[in-house]
C-alpha cells in the first residue's frame, strides 16, 4: 500500500492589522499571519481551494503529493484588507467561509465588499451557515434551512456557484453531514485540529485552527503535516460527550 498523502488544512478567523489590537482570542496577528503564509510558500505545497480538494478526495482529480488548503471563516473584513493581499502576493489560493447573517456587522464583511473580493480567481467562497449555531443541536429541518439559506444569499449575491460548507465551531452530527448534502453542497470542513489526508471525508475535512496563542513554529510543524494528530474516521466518544454538555447547558440557559 502506498504512504497515505496527508494535507494540512489551516485555519483562521480574523487578522489582526498591524498597529491594531484584538481581543478576540482567535485572532492572529498580521505579522503572524504574514510569516505562517512565507513558510506555505517555502513549503512548496500547492494550495488548493475547498472545491480543489473535495474533487481530490473524490478521487475527481489527482491529489498533489504536496497539498495544503488555507481557510477562512466567519468573513471579518480584515480578510478583504489584511489577509487576501498577502494571499495575492504569494500567489496562494484559499476559501472564504461566510457565515451570510453577519453581513454589515461591526467588523465583518458588507456584500459589497464581498462581491468585489470574489472576482479574486484563486478565493473560493463557501458558506458557513446564516446564524452560526451549533448545527447538531438543532431539529433536521433547522440544519437544512441554515445550509439552503446561506447557499442562496451567497449564490445570488455573488452569481456563482457556492458548493462548499463549514460547520459553525466545526459542530456537526450524521445528520448535519445529510443536510448539507441534501442542500447542495459536495464539501464540507469541519475542524478536529488534526490533519486531513487523501481518504478523509470530503463532506468533513479535518482542519488545523490558528489562533492567538499558537506558535509560529507550531504552525510551521502543522505545515510540514506533523505537530497535528492524523485525522481519524468518524466522530470520537469525547466529542458526541461533548454534545452532550453543550445540549445541558443550552437547556440551562433556555
Ligand atoms: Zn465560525
Known sequence: MSPQTLVPVLLYHSITPTGAESRDPFAVSEAGFREDMEAVQASGRVPLTARQLGACLRGEQPLPEHAIALTFDDGFADFADVALPILDKLSLSSTLFMTTGYFDQPGMLSPAALRDIAADA?????????????????????????????????????????????????????????????????????????????????????????????????????????????????????????????????????
Not at 448535519?176 to 464540507?188: C, M, P, V
Not at 507550531?218 to 461533548?242: D, F, H
Open 122 to 254: 484563486s478565493l473560493e467562497i463557501g458558506a458557513h451557515s446564516v446564524t452560526h449555531p451549533h448545527l447538531d443541536l438543532l431539529d433536521a429541518s433547522k440544519q437544512l434551512k441554515e445550509a439552503v439559506d446561506s447557499r442562496k444569499h451567497l449564490e445570488d449575491l455573488l452569481g456563482m456557484t457556492v458548493d462548499s460548507f463549514a460547520y459553525p465551531h466545526g459542530s456537526h452530527s450524521r445528520r448535519t453531514r445529510s443536510a448539507i448534502a441534501e442542500a447542495g453542497y459536495i464539501n464540507a470542513h469541519a475542524v478536529k485540529n488534526a490533519i486531513s489526508h487523501q481518504t478523509d471525508d470530503c463532506l468533513a475535512v479535518a482542519r488545523f485552527t490558528v489562533v492567538t496563542d499558537t506558535e509560529r513554529e507550531q504552525v510551521a510543524r502543522v505545515i510540514g503535516a506533523t505537530g497535528a494528530p492524523i485525522s481519524w474516521k468518524g466522530e470520537r466518544l469525547r466529542t458526541r460527550g461533548y454534545r452532550l454538555a453543550r445540549r445541558l447547558m443550552a437547556g440551562a440557559r433556555s
